[in-house]
Structures are given as C-alpha cells and as structure tokens.
C-alpha cells in the first residue's frame, strides 16, 4: 500500500517578437509523497530562456491508474489505485544574482482510491485533500543573459546550462493511524543540473538530480522512517512546428531511495522508469493549452502505472 501521483509540471514560454506567447508545458500531476514520484517526474523545456518581468498562473487535471503504492517502505502486493490530482501553480520570471531565473509555487490536491493485500491483509482506503506544498528556483548559469521581451526577439538560440532546486514542504494531509496519506510528513530537497541544445527546429535537455529526504518521526504508528537518497536522470527531446506549438517524447529512470524502518533496512530499493509524450498549444498570446499521456514501471520497488495529464495556462507581464 504505497501511493503513486502522475507527474506534473507547468509551464514554459516560447517567444515571438511582440506579445509573448505563452505556453503551458506540462502539467505533470505532482501529488505529495515525492519518493514515488522521483524518477517520473517531466517538465520539457525547464532550461528554455525566457525573458524577466513574466507571470504565469497555471491549473492542472492528472488521472493515474495503476499498481500504485505511496510508501516504498510498505509491504504490499497486488495493490491498485486510481488518482486523480489537480494543481495550481504560479510562477515568476527575473533576474537572480545577475542570471536569468524562475521563481515558482506549486500546490497539488488529490483524490484517490486503493485496494490491496499489506501484510496479508487485504484492506481499501479513499483518500482526498492537499498534499504537499512545492517551491521551486530555476537558474541559468551559461548561453543566456538577463533579458526583456524586447531583447529576447532577437536571441539566437544556443547551449545553456542551468540548475534547479526543489523544496518540498509538509504541508499535506497526514494521518499516522493510515498506511496511505496525501502528505509525506517530511521535508525534501530536490537539487539537479541540467542543460538544452538546440538541433534545428529540435532541442534535447537532460538533466540529472538527486531526492533528498528528511526522516519523518511520526511513520505508521509512530514508527522512525528513514530514506537513502534517490538519484534520478531525465532526458527530452522537444520538436517545435511553430512558436508556441511544439510536442516532446521523454524518458527518466531513477534509482536508490532505500527506506528502514526504525532502523531496520528494507528491500526497497527503486529501479523505476517512465516515457511521456506531451504537445503544447497557443490559444492566444497570453494563454496555452497542453496533454500529457505517460507511462510508468519499476525493477524494483516502486510505482507501475498510466497517466494522463491536461492543463491551461495564462501569462502576463513582461511589457
């Protein structure tokens, strides 16, 4: 009895010369037990450059199904689980340290159903509410420099390289008498490096992360739970057939995030991939539509599901 989340993501700009066209990228539906999530995770075009002065105000919709456990640490069989996620999700453009970054707010709620045997029982559980909350910073190192709409007309493409850092605060639903919750109890720090090359009307971006998790106190019963880190790389490839309308294929793995129980180890080690297909599409300067359908697995511990994901977007600033 685990539980599992799509993925979500949101966002990203593609840039004529005047208004900006803004696009929503993914929504991948981020619901609150990162560990599950880790190696699934997509945002096409994280490292894409944008210009400052941006708002962007994005809603979501993610439904997964599948052999989908919330807790590695569990020992379960046979259990199935449908999810629905909606987020809502904010994000701001600017100049961090002299580079060009993103700042972004990302809260997940979620609903689901699961049923299957832990510990040789068979039990259910419905599930619904806030999971946790999501704070993210994105910046460019090299290949692109501080720049307003205006000058980002005139941009030519090249390599950049970049980073990111992912803070993942306990804010969800938590219940230490239930098995599956919609919090994690725990903070997690999510810091990665990536870069995006541009190949003609195509681009690939790959990047390489790490999960970081803080003990939570207060397991199943008021147990101690542990996690090694979970070590995770992603790689995309992004085909533009006119500004604001492009579509990506992606593939991630992830591995590690060994769990112990009071300090007992657990055979939980995660060995988990995922595919997504994803399209993205301008209604109108401001606002982007975009459809997500993924696929995930595991060699190991971990989630095995389908998912698929819409979301809208609305930008503005940056005039």
């Known amino acids: 009895d685990r539980r599992s989340a799509p993925t979500v993501g949101v966002e990203e700009v593609v840039m004529t010369k005047l208004p900006v066209v803004c696009i929503m990228v993914a929504l991948a539906a981020l619901s609150a037990a990162p560990e599950e999530v880790a190696a699934q995770e997509f945002e096409p075009r994280t490292y894409a450059v944008a210009p400052v ?31 629905q996620v909606a987020v809502a999700k904010y994000v701001r453009t600017l100049g961090l340290f002299n580079r060009p970054s993103k700042l972004k707010l990302v809260v997940p709620w979620s609903d689901g159903h699961w049923d299957g045997f832990i510990g040789g029982e068979f039990l259910t559980r419905d599930a619904s509410g806030f999971g946790d909350v999501r704070m993210v910073v994105e910046t460019l190192f090299s290949g692109a420099e501080v720049m307003t709409p205006e000058e980002m007309g005139n941009f030519r493409p090249r390599t950049v390289f970049g980073g990111r850092l992912q803070v993942i605060a306990p804010t969800g639903a938590y219940d230490n008498s239930k098995a599956i919750n919609l919090g994690g109890n725990r903070w997690s720090f999510v810091p990665e490096i990536g870069m995006s090359t541009p190949l003609g009307k195509w681009s690939l971006e790959a990047a390489v992360g790490a999960w970081l998790f803080t003990d939570n106190d207060d397991y199943v019963n008021g147990r101690h739970l542990a996690q090694d880190p979970l070590l995770v790389a992603t790689l995309h490839a992004v085909r533009q057939i006119r500004p ?8 991630g793995y992830g591995y590690g995030g060994r769990t112990r129980v009071d300090g007992v180890p657990r ?53």
Not at 64 to 81: I, K, N, R, T
């Open 53 to 83: 002065g941006l708002n962007f105000l994005g809603v979501g919709y993610g439904f997964a199904s599948g052999a989908m456990f919330l807790d590695p640490a569990l020992a379960g069989h046979d259990v199935e689980g449908e999810v």
């Open 244 to 251: 604001g309308f492009w579509w990506s294929v992606a593939g």
């Open 267 to 319: 055979a939980t080690i995660q060995r988990n991939w995922r595919i997504s297909a994803m399209v993205a599409y301008p209604i109108t300067a401001h606002q982007g539509l975009s459809l997500s359908v993924g696929s995930g697995g595991n060699y190991g511990a971990g989630t095995d599901f389908d998912a698929i994901t819409v979301g809208y977007q609305y930008s503005w600033g940056g005039g």
